[in-house]
C-alpha cells in the first residue's frame, strides 16, 4: 500500500468545483458548490465531442484519468475517508512533482554534471488530480492515459494481424515511447491489465539493429547491445526508477486510418522502481526529441499535436495528432503564444509567461519579473511562478479568500484551507497571460489542487518556470511545432 490513497478527499474538491465550474463563471470571481462533494461511480464521458470527422492525416484518442470510472485500465478505486491520510499522500505526490520539476530545471539550465539526461519521474509526479483513489498504488492524479496498439498476429484479421491495445501514459515531457513486453517478469517488471505484449507473436516485429541509424538516434537513451546485436534502450527516471530493454519497431495503430509502420519504440523488459506501482503498459512519449512519436510521424501529422485534460476522472479528454478537419471554424477562439525549444534539452517544450490577472486584475509586480521562460508539459502537476510573481499572486489570492479557514501547509503548496462545513466557494478568478497577449482565463479546476491554491514558486525569478497540469484542465493546448506556436482554447473538455 502507498500513502497515495488520501488525495481523494482533495481530489474531491475538485471535482466538485469541475462540476460545476460552467455555471459559476462570471467575471472577477467564481462560485463552486461543494455540495456533492463525493466522487461519481460512472463516466460521464465527453463535455464536448472532438470531431469525428476521419482524415488520413489527424487521429484523435480520448484521454482519462488512471483510476477513476472513466479508465478502462482500472476500475474505480474508493475513498479511504481517512483525511490525514490524504493529505500525507497528496504530500508525497508534491514531493515528486518537485522532484521532477528540479530535474527539468537542471536540463535547461546545463546544470546536469556532466551526465547523460535522464527522463522525467513522470511515473511519480502525476497522481494528484482524478477524483478517485487507490486504495493501494496511487491516486489515479494526473495521469492521462491514452491506448495504443501494437500489431500482433492473429487468425481472426484478414490480413493475419491485429492490433493488440497497451493503455499508456502520455507526457509531452520526454521523448521514448515504451511498454511492457514478454517476457517481462516480476518483480523486474510491474503489473498490467492489457495482456503484456509479445512480440514473437508479431509479424511485423523487427529489433532495431545495432548498427543502424534508428539505433544511434536513440542518443542519450541507448544503452549498448545485445549479444545478438540488439539496439537496447534505457531510461533513468529522476526518482531512480528505470525502464530497460529493447528499441523495436512494429506498426503502431492509432485509428483506422493510423497505423503507423515500423513505429520506433522501446520494448521493454524490466522497468523498476517504485514509480511504476500501477498498472499501465508503458509511456506514450510526446516530447519534442527526435525519438517521440510526434517526430516520428511528422510526414503525416506535421507535428502538431494537442490534448484537453478531462476536469475530473469521471470525465474524458482527449490527445489529437495533426490537425483535425473540423479545426478551421475553431480557430477564432484559440490564443497563440509563441512555443519556444530549447537545444540545451530539446525535449521540453516552453513559453513565455507576461502577466497574471486575480480578480480582474492584473498583479502589481515589473514585467522584468516574467523573464525567464515556462515549461508546459503534460505531467508537470503544479505551476511553479517566478517567486516575485508568486507572492504577488499568494497575497491577491488570500485577501480574496479571508472568509475561509487557513489550514496547514501541504508540502510546497502553502495557501490551503479548510473548507469544512462550506456550502459554496467563492475563488478569484486567475488568468495567464502568455508573450503577444494570449490571454487564458483558468478554469475552476485550475486552481486548487485539493483545498490548496495549485501554484508554487521557483527558487528565484531568473529560474525556468512550469504550467502546471492542474492549470491546462479543461484547455485544449495545442503544440504547432513547424509554426512555433502554442494555442490555448479554453472549455475545450
Ligand atoms: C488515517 O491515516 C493515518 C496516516 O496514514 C493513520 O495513521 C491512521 O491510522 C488512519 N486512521 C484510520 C482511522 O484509518
Ligand atoms: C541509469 O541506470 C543504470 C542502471 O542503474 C546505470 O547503470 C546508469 O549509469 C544510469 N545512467 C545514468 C545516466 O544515470
Ligand atoms: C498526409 O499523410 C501522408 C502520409 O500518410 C503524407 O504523405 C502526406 O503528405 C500528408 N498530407 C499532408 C497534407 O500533410
Not at 150 to 166: L, N
Not at 207 to 226: D, E, F, M, T, W
Not at 291 to 310: D, E, I, K, M, N
Amino acid at each position: 500500500m502507498t500513502p497515495f490513497g488520501l488525495l481523494v478527499l482533495l481530489v474531491l474538491c475538485s471535482s466538485i468545483l469541475v462540476a460545476h465550474g460552467g455555471e459559476a463563471e462570471a467575471g472577477s470571481y467564481m462560485v463552486i458548490a461543494t455540495n456533492s462533494m463525493k466522487p461519481k461511480a460512472s463516466c460521464s464521458g465527453h463535455k464536448v465531442a472532438p470531431s469525428n470527422v476521419p482524415s488520413p492525416n489527424s487521429t484523435w484518442a480520448p484521454l482519462h484519468n488512471l483510476y477513476g470510472p472513466c479508465s478502462p485500465a482500472l476500475s474505480a478505486k474508493t475513498t479511504t475517508g481517512n483525511s490525514s491520510a490524504e493529505v500525507a499522500s497528496m504530500a508525497d505526490m508534491l514531493d515528486a512533482d518537485q522532484r521532477r520539476a528540479d530535474y527539468i530545471q537542471r536540463r535547461l539550465t546545463g546544470a546536469t554534471d556532466g551526465k547523460q539526461p535522464m527522463a522525467m519521474d513522470h511515473q511519480d509526479t502525476q497522481w494528484l488530480q482524478s477524483g478517485q483513489f487507490a486504495t493501494k498504488g496511487g491516486v489515479g492524479g494526473v495521469r492521462h492515459l491514452t491506448r495504443l496498439s501494437t500489431t500482433a498476429t492473429t487468425d481472426a484479421a484478414p490480413d493475419g494481424t491485429s492490433a493488440v491495445t497497451q493503455t499508456v501514459i502520455i507526457d509531452s515531457g520526454s521523448d521514448v515511447t515504451w511498454v511492457q513486453c514478454n517476457p517481462c517478469p516480476l518483480p523486474l517488471c510491474h503489473l498490467q491489465r492489457d495482456p503484456l505484449f509479445d512480440p514473437a507473436s508479431s509479424t511485423t516485429y523487427a529489433a532495431v539493429p545495432c548498427n543502424s541509424a534508428a539505433c544511434a538516434q536513440l542518443g542519450p537513451y541507448r544503452r549498448g547491445c545485445s549479444a545478438n546485436a540488439q539496439c537496447q534502450f534505457g531510461i533513468n527516471y529522476s526518482d531512480g526508477s528505470t525502464a530497460t530493454g529493447t528499441y523495436s519497431f512494429d506498426d503502431l495503430t492509432l485509428g483506422p486510418y493510423d497505423v503507423i509502420r515500423g513505429f520506433r519504440f522501446g520494448c521493454a523488459h524490466a522497468d523498476r522502481g517504485s514509480a511504476f506501482d500501477y498498472e499501465v503498459a508503458g509511456t506514450l512519449a510526446l516530447g519534442g526529441g527526435s525519438q517521440s512519436l510526434v517526430q516520428q510521424t511528422a510526414t503525416r501529422y506535421g507535428r502538431v499535436f494537442s490534448y484537453c485534460l478531462p476536469p475530473t476522472a469521471s470525465s474524458l479528454g482527449f490527445l489529437t495528432l495533426g490537425v483535425p478537419p473540423g479545426r478551421a471554424p475553431l480557430i477564432p477562439s484559440f490564443v497563440s503564444t509563441p512555443l519556444l525549444s530549447s537545444s540545451l534539452a530539446p525535449t521540453f517544450y516552453r513559453v513565455l509567461l507576461r502577466a497574471i490577472i486575480v480578480a480582474g486584475r492584473p498583479l502589481a509586480v515589473p514585467p522584468t519579473v516574467f523573464s525567464a521562460s515556462s515549461v508546459i508539459d503534460s505531467s508537470t502537476i503544479i505551476s511553479r511562478l517566478p517567486p516575485t510573481a508568486y507572492q504577488a499572486l499568494r497575497a491577491a489570492f488570500r485577501s480574496a479568500m479571508t472568509m475561509y479557514r487557513p489550514a496547514p501547509p501541504v508540502s510546497i503548496l502553502d495557501t490551503c484551507y479548510d473548507f469544512t462545513g462550506v456550502r459554496s466557494i467563492t475563488l478569484p478568478s486567475i488568468a495567464l497571460v502568455f508573450d503577444g497577449g494570449a490571454t487564458v482565463n483558468l478554469d475552476v479546476a485550475g486552481i486548487l489542487l485539493g483545498s490548496c491554491l495549485a501554484f508554487a514558486p521557483t527558487a528565484s525569478d531568473r529560474m525556468p518556470g512550469f504550467i502546471g497540469n492542474v492549470q491546462q484542465k479543461t484547455l485544449e493546448v495545442v503544440y504547432d511545432i513547424p509554426g512555433k506556436a502554442m494555442r490555448f482554447r479554453s472549455a475545450a473538455c
